[in-house]
T-cell receptor, first 115, second 111 residues
Framework: AQTVTQSQPEMSVQEAETVTLSCTYD???????LFWYKQPPSRQMILVIRQEAYKQQNATENRFSVNFQKAAKSFSLKISDSQLGDAAMYFCLLNYGGSQGNLIFGKGTKLSVKP | NAGVTQTPKFQVLKTGQSMTLQCAQD?????MSWYRQDPGMGLRLIHY???????DQGEVPNGYNVSRSTTEDFPLRLLSAAPSQTSVYFCASSIGQGDTFFGQGTRLTVV
């Protein structure tokens, strides 16, 4: 069975500091994608970053980067220079097939940013 | 592009009432799906579709019906609302293993 685990229900970071959100997953598929989505209080689901499993290089999008450890099945999100607008729920998502039925969500990590 | 348009944003139903949540996408995506989001549970798949005329059940399909008569539209029907269906609902669409696009969500309360 495919699983995604986010072991930190809540995290807190000081503004301008760096925080890392953890995600581990399990899949028997060799071809898959991993994503981090952000859900602010507005409820909108916003794509933060994606990682293709066949790529060894870690994805980076401005202040957001991932540490993708394929052998360990780990996919953590690092947020640098945290801003108040980063406060949100963050979901780790595994897409292991070509169908919407192949999406597995973690249960989310609620990130608070302190001024 | 409008992306994924989901309506309504809020809805209150009485137990036993029926309603349809609308979802439309203008990106010509093959895959569409419905999720419900409950506190501490993440997003759970209700139903999904891999193309017009094809639908399948997800993790929590009971009490919900879907149809996909066109590529663009994927409505979710609650046949007889129950308090256990109080939740936030999201429609989503994508192509293959590409990015998944979400609607704005519907907060449904069943009293």
């Amino acid at each position: 069975a495919q699983t995604v685990t986010q072991s930190q229900p809540e995290m807190s970071v000081q503004e301008a500091e760096t925080v890392t959100l953890s995600c581990t997953y399990d899949t028997s598929e060799s071809d898959y994608y991993l994503f981090w989505y952000k859900q602010p209080p507005s409820r909108q689901m916003i794509l933060v970053i994606r990682q293709e499993a066949y790529k060894q290089q870690n994805a980076t999008e401005n202040r957001f980067s991932v540490n993708f450890q394929k052998a360990a099945k780990s996919f953590s999100l690092k947020i640098s220079d945290s801003q108040l607008g980063d406060a949100a729920m963050y979901f780790c998502l595994l897409n292991y097939g070509g169908s919407q039925g192949n999406l597995i969500f973690g249960k989310g990590t609620k990130l608070s940013v302190k001024p | 592009n409008a992306g994924v348009t989901q309506t309504p944003k809020f809805q209150v139903l009485k137990t036993g009432q029926s309603m349809t949540l609308q979802c439309a996408q203008d990106m010509n995506h093959e895959y569409m799906s419905w999720y419900r989001q409950d506190p501490g549970m993440g997003l759970r798949l209700i139903h999904y579709s891999v193309g017009a005329g094809i639908t399948d059940q997800g993790e929590v399909p009971n009490g919900y019906n879907v149809s996909r008569s066109t590529t663009e539209d994927f409505p979710l029907r609650l046949l007889s609302a129950a308090p256990s269906q109080t939740s936030v609902y999201f429609c989503a669409s994508s192509i293959g293993q590409g990015d998944t696009f979400f609607g704005q969500g519907t907060r449904l309360t069943v009293v």
